[in-house]
């Protein structure tokens, strides 16, 4: 009942940092499997039920024994609270009457009774909150109990109020109906401004989702301050829509409280019966029990026809993404079991779709497509791979069992035993989110590597060749289906879609499709169907998988809030919209309390004046004036909260928020509550009264202080912990959920179907600190309605033993029933609030270091060096002429991108190094880092495109500088204006689905083309004297731009690149032999450094591919 089990928790957390180990575990009943278990055993035992309702009825079925359990409980607590006002009755009655020989027993007899009430209450309550959170294992369950105990209690009290105040009871009740009907009128339009709200903050959080998950292309394009600027407005239109909807919450509060306010004037102003102090603080008394506000009440999977003959069977098929647009039309063919199917087609001949299409991911298709009856899992690797956060190992494994053999034979087939021996970690290196700790060659070979330790029955691969240079593409297709391959092995069934051309006799069926989603032709390598390419066109992208070990979370700085982070909150408030707050605040605690004063007056002069009514006018007035002006201060004061001061609050911490992502990888923002000041100062004000009753009561307050202190700093420790706790193990749920999300049709392609299992844990974990954090605010509740009964008993003993004044006692008692709940509130704000505060503290810190960081260039701003340190690149010592066209080539991990990355101030050098890179004989460490990416044209592998609700317009030009001509042309040298035309113009919406990888990475270019062509406009308008074509050059870095892209495409990019950038230094990272002739010096890179910088010879490009492969140490 007191919780009293949960005392070494809260000592614990009073003493050291809490940690996921330290939490009690869940009772076997409420872990996730086991409440799964028995819904869905209820569920299937409800299959006879056709009603509507038989959600509702398999949940009574699983449940019924938790949700009984808090019955009694609540009865009880409603029965002590029912006693409450008869308890101030006899008080005033007690204090009202002569003093008669019986005096001492009825005052022993009301110290007992307050004893009773006071010490049951919060028994009641224990017993209530701990069965009623068990029951809350789902949503609603939790306000079920207070909905019909509300009920009751509503009934039983107006009972009451008539026998005190006759019909003047109606009172209150119609003032309740009436806010209840204008409560009910203002939903009708609640769920529409919430929905338009959601919509609105559910686009944001995408947005930002999707920012963070492409920062480093972002990076490289040098548009982050635009895409900031862009989530930024997302926020504004958020809180635009949001203050639409928190209106209604604003006349709905106020609502709420008007009953309580304004009944009990409108009730003594009715009533024609005479109240003296004692029926008037008894009836205000019921009014409060009668009118407190109550909360608010307010993989469809088809399955697939089967065909024992082929592994797929597709009759005169029509796909696409949206309703009557079938993008593969008139797909006619069957694909074999255990053998090698290979798609080809040029860029946007929907290959991806066709994949999509045998996995069931296609939601608009006309005609079947049929299955193997032996088939229950498909080993999918995607274009983008589903690659999730964890480490190296448990990727490749998925969900299966650890087989050591396989495991390692699995690695060797796609070269990652190499990668991986370069890892300081090795196999327990992590993956980061979406891969990001991997190159893109090494993510594309670890969705192989999991596809294929899965030994499923058939493999569809979505053009998995586009990361791998010929040499390791050769290796792994050599390894998957020469003599003794792994896929040979398995006797599997393969669908392998690409542009290249490549390994094209190494199938036994080619599929080629056309440009209009049609299959042009199919047969053998022998019988040369057309539209076939020999040109190879693969890519790659490498990056340096993060060593760095992965920690169990145990911050030992928990936030802490000082006074200079409440001074950085309220300053973004504006010191009009503060003054105004804090005004209210005290306006609406000081009419609140000072209300149940002037009714003491009022009775008071009642009791002495029975027969006089001419100053009735006179009290009625007053009063009213004070309830009324308690309502609007209230009213004012949620509406300055919820609509300005969210509004200011909100738009500065985003800015500063979404400042700090664009200028770092990572950054933390949270929200904050606003409603505790009002709860401290209603608090005070409760305890000036209280103290009235009986000055010796006042005595008890330093000793009940000093219990509060102790009781809330204990409290507030573990809670504040504990809630961050809550934060990080609810935080992998989110991942898995945002992961797998992502990699549905990897999923489904694979049949995990074991993986609720992880969520299951990962719940369980996440409802430890949820599920104690929830009974410790009971444990606190209970603790100080027990600290409130002690005040309570004090009081009664005190006025009846020194027979204080009816009205003060009156008063006191009438407080004393919602002091404690209160102060609890209070507490639970308080702790809410420094959790807030230590988020906003997090993003102030990051905000002011970046901010200092993009300002200052010193090299004291470094981070130590700790740990262990892998260098991704070193010794280096190059120059490059102004005018130069550089390759850069090597091996998976020997430092290409890194390069890019240092060109463009994503890493920085060591500070002994600082200053030695430079361009055009200025340090880049003395240029701002956003000056550099605005400088600098860079084009990423995976090119980004603005999320979307932004136009083609917007898209290709983010910094707003091109005119509409100079995009039509950017775009006609791409050969995309025909597409753009044909979905409305530059000035429509953009939609990533509507450009294929291929045409994703044509546009990149677009954009490249474009930026050269503006510059060149804006120089030329200059007084350029002798610098001529020099002053119109500039520096360009491509890393992979031919990815993607088939043989005809990758010829277009480079005369593109070699017609509009021919004045510009040129530094690519590239792969292609054929293209080295494009460059006048190749840098082969091995393990960071530099192994050859040399001329491109004529040698080099006449000898044949192997030979250069020799040459540069192994083009990857």
Not at 60 to 69: F, I, P, V
Request: glycine fraction near 6%; proline fraction near 4%; aromatic fraction near 10%.
């Amino acid at each position: 009942m007191t919780y009293c089990w949960l005392n070494s928790l809260i000592l614990l957390g009073s003493r050291k940092v809490l940690g996921i180990a330290d939490l009690y575990n869940l009772d076997p009943q409420m872990t996730s499997k086991e409440l799964d278990t028995k819904f869905w055993a209820s569920w299937n035992t409800s299959s006879s039920w056709k009603g509507k309702n038989r959600l509702l009825i398999a949940l009574w079925r699983a449940m019924k024994l938790e949700l009984l359990a808090p019955v009694i409980p609540r009865l009880a607590k409603l029965g002590f609270g029912l006693c409450q006002p008869f308890l101030i009755q006899a008080v005033g009655h007690f204090l009202s009457n002569p003093k008669t020989s019986e005096w001492a027993r009825e005052g022993r007899a009301l110290v007992g009774a307050t004893e009773v009430i006071y010490l049951g209450s919060p028994a009641s309550l224990g017993l209530y909150q701990y069965y009623n959170q068990r029951a809350s294992s789902f949503q609603g369950a939790h306000g079920f109990h207070d909905i019909w105990a509300s009920i009751i209690e509503f009934f039983i009290v107006a009972c009451l109020l008539y026998l005190q105040l006759g019909l003047a009871f109606l009172v209150p009740i119609g003032v309740a109906s009436v806010c209840f009907l204008v409560t009910v009128g203002i939903g009708k339009t609640a769920p529409r401004l919430q929905r338009t709200w959601v919509d609105a903050t559910e686009k944001r959080i995408g947005i930002t989702a999707t920012l963070i998950e492409n920062m480093k292309s972002i990076k490289i394009m040098g548009v982050h301050k635009q895409l900031g600027d862009f989530a930024q407005a997302m926020r504004d239109v958020e809180i635009g829509a949001g203050s639409s909807f928190r209106m209604t919450i604003i006349y709905s509060v106020t609502c709420s409280y008007a009953p309580m306010i304004l009944s009990p004037l409108l009730t003594f102003g009715a009533t024609s019966r005479d109240f003296d102090t004692t029926r008037a603080f008894t009836s205000l008394a019921f009014i409060r029990l009668l009118t407190i506000p109550l909360g608010n009440v307010q993989n469809e999977h088809a399955t697939a026809s089967q065909n024992a003959t082929p592994a797929f069977s597709i009759k005169d098929g029509y796909f696409g993404w949206r309703d009557n647009n079938f993008i593969l039309r008139q797909i006619n063919l069957s694909i074999p079991q255990s053998k090698l199917t290979m798609v080809v087609g040029p860029v946007a001949s929907d290959k991806s779709t066709f994949c999509k299409a045998l996995l069931g991911e296609v939601p608009y298709i006309k005609r079947n497509v049929y299955f193997t009856p032996r088939l229950s899992a498909i080993g999918f690797c995607d274009q983008s791979p589903y690659i999730p956060n964890g480490r190296l190992r448990d990727v490749i494994i998925g969900h299966g069992d650890y087989d050591e053999v396989w495991y390692k034979d699995v690695l060797e087939a796609t070269a990652l035993s190499q990668d991986i021996a370069t890892f300081a970690q090795r196999d327990q290196s992590t993956t980061g989110s979406n891969g990001c700790n991997l190159s893109g060659g090494q993510r594309q070979r670890v969705a192989i590597a999991r596809a294929l330790y899965a030994r499923p029955s058939v493999f569809v691969f979505d053009n998995i060749f586009s990361a791998l240079d010929k040499k390791r593409a050769d290796s792994v297709f050599s390894n998957w289906f020469g003599s003794g391959g792994l896929i040979r092995r398995l006797r599997a069934t393969v669908v392998l879609c690409s542009h290249s051309t490549k390994h094209l006799a190494w199938a036994d069926l080619i599929i080629a499709l056309g440009a209009d989603g049609t299959v042009k032709d199919q047969g053998t390598y022998q019988d040369e169907p057309s539209g076939f390419d020999s040109q190879e066109c693969d890519d790659l992208y490498v990056a340096q998988p993060d060593s760095t070990p992965e920690f169990d979370i145990d911050d030992r700085q928990r936030p802490i809030g000082d006074f200079a982070v409440y001074r950085r909150y309220l300053s973004t408030r504006g010191p009009v919209l503060l003054c105004l707050f804090f005004f209210l605040t005290l306006a609406y605690s000081f009419c609140d309390q000072f209300g149940t004063i002037w009714l003491k007056f009022w009775s008071d002069y009642n009791t002495n004046h029975p027969d006089d009514k001419s100053q009735y006018g006179f009290y009625l007035g007053i009063y009213a004036l004070i309830q009324i002006s308690c309502l609007t201060c209230m009213g004012g004061f949620t509406a300055v909260t919820c609509i300005q001061l969210i509004k200011n609050s909100g738009h500065v911490f985003h800015l500063r928020a979404i400042n700090t992502l664009m200028a770092a990888p990572l950054s933390l923002f949270s929200m904050t509550p606003s409603d505790l000041v009002i709860c401290i100062e209603i608090s005070y004000a409760m305890a000036i009264i209280i103290a009235t009753a009986s000055s010796y009561a006042a005595l008890s307050y330093p000793f009940l202080g000093a219990l509060l202190y102790l009781l809330q700093r204990m409290y507030l420790k573990t809670s504040r912990q504990l809630r961050f706790l809550d934060l990080e193990t609810k935080s992998p749920i989110f991942t898995h959920l945002l992961e797998t999300l992502s990699g549905l049709s990897t999923i489904r392609a694979f049949g995990w179907n074991n993986a609720p299992a992880t969520n299951h844990t990962l719940v369980d974990n996440s409802q430890r600190p949820a599920y104690l954090l929830a009974l410790i605010q009971g444990w606190l509740a209970v603790n100080l309605a027990l600290i409130f009964a002690v005040l309570a008993v004090l009081v009664v003993a005190l006025v009846t033993a020194f027979r204080a004044d009816v009205g003060l006692a009156g008063a006191s008692l009438v407080l004393l029933m919602s002091f404690g709940t209160l102060l609890s509130n209070t507490v639970n704000n308080w702790a809410q609030l420094e959790l807030g505060m230590g988020a906003m503290e997090d993003v102030s810190a990051s905000y002011e270091y970046m901010k200092l960081l993009r300002n200052t260039f010193s090299d004291q701003l470094y981070p130590p060096i700790t740990g262990d340190q892998v260098l991704a690149v070193k010794e280096l010592n190059f120059t490059i002429e102004a005018g130069e066209k550089i390759a850069v080539v090597g091996r998976t991990g020997s430092g290409k991108s890194s390069i890019v990355l240092l060109l463009l101030r994503l890493l920085d050098p060591l500070p002994s190094d600082n200053q030695t890179i430079t361009i055009d004989g200025v340090p880049l460490s003395k240029v701002d880092r956003d000056t550099v990416r605005s400088r600098i044209i860079a084009i990423p592998q995976d090119t980004f495109s603005l999320p979307e609700g932004t136009s083609w317009h917007a898209n290709l030009d983010p910094y707003a500088v091109a005119s509409l001509d100079e995009c039509e042309s950017a775009l006609k040298q791409v050969g995309l204006w025909t597409l753009i035309l044909q979905h409305g113009g530059l000035e429509e919406l953009m939609k990533a689905d509507f450009l294929s990888q291929g045409q994703k990475q044509l546009f990149g270019i677009a954009r490249a083309v474009l930026r050269a062509r503006v510059r060149a406009r804006l120089l030329s308008t200059q007084d350029v004297h002798d610098a001529g074509a020099t002053r119109l050059g500039g520096v360009v870095l491509l890393d992979e731009v031919t990815a993607s892209v088939d043989s005809a495409s990758d010829s277009l990019i480079r005369e593109i690149i070699h017609r509009e950038f021919e004045a510009y230094t040129v530094l690519a990272v590239t792969h292609k032999e054929h293209a080295l002739h494009d460059f006048d010096r190749v840098m082969v890179l091995e393990n960071g450094a530099i192994k050859e910088f040399r001329n491109v010879a004529k040698s080099w490009i006449d000898v044949s591919p192997i030979g250069i492969a020799t040459k540069a140490n192994s083009i990857l």
